[in-house]
């Protein structure tokens, strides 16, 4: 009797496991939509406000936007070099 109270005992335990392996999927319905990634900026502001430390109004009191602001206008003003400034490359010194 034992033996055939463990053989019963280890086909239910097989009939468990393969009913728990076996379910199905999830409907693709129920499915979240897809986010659309967060831009550079954005990231950026979320991460200064998440903070709590009120960086906004040390920004204000330094003038880290104007600096901002100053520092992307020069680098657009700044022409491209033209093609007559670039020098060629020259040979190395001959050796001694």
């Known amino acids: 009797m034992t033996a055939r109270s463990s053989f019963l005992s280890l086909a239910l335990a097989g009939t468990l496991l393969a009913g728990c392996a076996s379910t199905s999927q999830r409907p693709a319905g129920g499915e979240q939509p897809h986010r659309v990634p967060d831009s550079a900026p954005d990231k950026v502001a979320a991460t200064r406000a998440a903070a709590g430390l009120h960086l906004e109004e040390d920004d204000?009191?330094?003038?880290?936007?104007?600096?901002?602001?100053?520092?992307?206008?020069?680098?657009?003003?700044?022409?491209?070099?033209?093609?007559?400034?670039?020098t060629a490359p020259t040979s190395p010194p001959p050796p001694h």
């Open 60 to 86: 204000e009191r330094w003038g880290i936007e104007a600096a901002r602001a100053r520092k992307q206008n020069a680098e657009t003003k700044t022409p491209p070099s033209s093609p007559g400034s670039v």
